[in-house]
């Protein structure tokens, strides 16, 4: 399905700072993480948008703001003329219907006292969305979509091996028609020949339901697979967005470079002739980011500037977004 | 080298008996990196545990087979013998180097504690010792770190401190048990490049098992997938991937997406799950995902067989060929 041009989806200087205390007693406010700080772009009506970036970046973190499941610090959220930031509870819990999530470890997000009857008909149950006497009907459909067994909706989730478990996620996140799903690391908890399973169960229902997802992943070549456009997230901001295949083939900010070079290629013929660039050191902390550009601690190329001035986001060419001050 | 026929490893349960390792052969010469390949429970950790005899008995027993380490017997060996050999001549790296390494002594001690055990280095000298393999681990200021502990270390860092640990004793073959997964790419890149370097630089033999075929991909000369406790295909690096024979192997290598490929192509996925290890009966374990069974595939489980230089496969109606 072609994506269209659209936004679904417009994130504006989205930013999630969540506090950190001192003291045992008296808690005071000693400063703050910034896991996702001033993260801004648009999600176009059935794209995949991918997010890429190692843990600790603020990938997971910007995912659930935008679904509103941490409230922004600041910050906006549009979808559907709408700012999700904005809404009460209420209001956020109607429009939720349309917003869903697939989250990274299955066996965690399914409640193991449920049955998969019950757990992928609670979103039904809530939201009104169909008389109970249709409910499991639907639960059936549901299941036979992504690829499981009807009958199997009396067993629990503990009778089911992990790539099971996330289609049954993934039922649950379709139960109520989702425009947008968030897709947060779905298969990085799965065995490789599992994963593959999954990708494909996702494409196709992209098809099928016109589906938008926000895939969420550190695994580059499943994030080249699936996606239309990618993101590359360091310390809680987008460092460089663009398309896809432009953003493989032609990697701008210094960051995206090492982390494309660092990926492992399944091919010993490749992997003899590739020069690496291994970047020193770690990520630092994001209670306490680096003055000037976020990367300036690792970046082979840094100068002067980097250590002084925070680069923005710009567009260096048509559709491609990237934060450094030599591009 | 290290040679090891016949292995077999079980692990009495409620459930019934597990053959977690059924039966796996290889060799491995002085110098040589081999990779073990294989999804999660297919057996490679526990095939390396019992060569050097680390599986928990009971519930775990090595029911059969034979290790030779420079023409030693491992599994006959008395404890003090086994003891010698461990950390000294072979020493092992793990997933998780957090729950490796004791949090309440700091990695000074803990390097210079096999220091001590295997050689007579006296503690002084160990401790320059410790200084000096931080330092070729590439730990920055090692001299003043050696004295910290290790929740003060990222996740990269342990990992090189639990490699320094291990190169204590100049040890022949390092094994290392899936040592990049808990960490990120641009770390994993890290850590690939040392242990690789390290490896030439030392003439050390290495295995390593992954359950990532790209990482082995640039790092190995020979590579052994397994799949459900047995392996099923045993290459040169080069020859298996340009020419996979066994109908895992090509599962497993089309189930990855290549970064080269046309835009959103459906993936090549292996339908079904692994067997269950318990009670296995008498066949090809991967019968039940193959596309190309043929009737005979169900009757007896397939020997690994040479298919010529130095490949070898576990399967009766060999795909490629």
Redo the contacts between chains.
Sequence with gaps: MKPEKKALIEVKNLKKHFPVGSGLVLRRRAGAVKAVDGVSFDIRRGETLGLLG??GCGKTTAGRTILQLYRPTSGEVIFSGRDLAKLGRKELRTIRCQLQMVFQDPYSSLNPRSSVHEIVSEPMKIHNLCPSSEYSERVSDLLGKVGLNPKFANRYPHEF?G??RQRIAIARALALNPEFIVCDEPISAL???????I??LL?ELQDEFKLTYLFIS?D???V???SHRVGVMYLGKIVELTD??QL?SDPQHPYTK??L?????????I??R?S?I??EG?VPSPANPPRGCNFNTRCPAAKRRCFEEEPDLREVSSNTWCACHFV | MLEVRNLQTTFTTEDGVVNAVNGISYSLQRGEALGIVGESGCGKSVGVLSLMRLIPEPPGKIVAGEVLFQGRDVLGMSMNDLRALRGNQIAMIFQDPLSSLNPVLTIGKQISETVLLHTDRNREQARRHAIDLLNIVGIPDAKNRLDDYPHQFSGGMRQRVMIAMALSCDPLLLIADEPTTALDVTTQAQIVDLVMRLRKELEMAVIWITHDLGVVAGCVDKVIVMYAGQIVESAPIREFYSNPRHPYSIGLLGSLPKLDSASRQKLNSIQGLPPNLIDMPDRCPFLDRCKYRIRDCGMKSPPLRNIGSDHEIACWVDVGG
């Design positions: 190692e843990s091996s790539g099971q065995d490789v020949s599992i994963q593959a399973q990708i494909n494409d550190h580059l070549s499943m080249r697979h699936m896809r295949d493989y090492a982390l070079s660092a990926i492992p290629v399944h091919d010993p013929e992997e003899a590739r690496r291994i970047l770690d």
